[in-house]
């Protein structure tokens, strides 16, 4: 059973930084590319970046110079550092996995595993 724990979101202000986390288990983290996606109220998910097994990255051009995003498979984590935050980038943001991909995923379509969400919070 794969299970994706977020944590690390909460209220900022803007121009802060925050440092999600996603714990993995049950799946072949160290050969997995992982993402995060956020959704703010009444808007569809988005992608915001995303890791391939091999520490290859790619961002939303909106996170870009702002956001990165890291994994340590040694703890079966990805992390999503976030730096300059805006009050835009609220939102609650989830963790994915795909099954059997290695790759740079930038579609939710893309990925099969999502863990539960962690809200981030940006006033200005």
């Known amino acids: 059973q794969v299970q994706l724990v977020e944590s690390g979101g909460g209220s900022v202000q803007a121009g802060g930084s925050l440092r999600l986390s996603c714990a993995a288990s049950?799946?072949?983290?160290?050969?997995?590319?992982m993402g995060w996606f956020r959704q703010a109220p009444g808007k569809e998910r988005e992608f915001v970046a995303t890791?391939?097994?091999?520490?290859?990255?790619y961002y939303a051009d909106s996170v870009k110079g702002r956001f990165t995003i890291s994994r340590d498979n040694a703890k079966n984590t990805v992390y999503l550092q976030m730096n300059s935050l805006k009050p835009e980038d609220t939102a609650v943001y989830y963790c994915?996995?795909?099954?059997?991909?290695?790759?740079?995923?930038?579609?939710?379509?893309?990925?099969?595993?999502w863990g539960q969400g962690t809200q981030v919070t940006v006033s200005s």
């Open positions: 994915a996995a795909p099954r059997g991909s290695g790759g740079l995923i930038t579609t939710a379509r893309g990925y099969t595993y």
């Open positions: 049950g799946h072949s983290f160290s050969t997995s590319a």
């Open positions: 890791i391939s097994w091999s520490g290859s990255t």
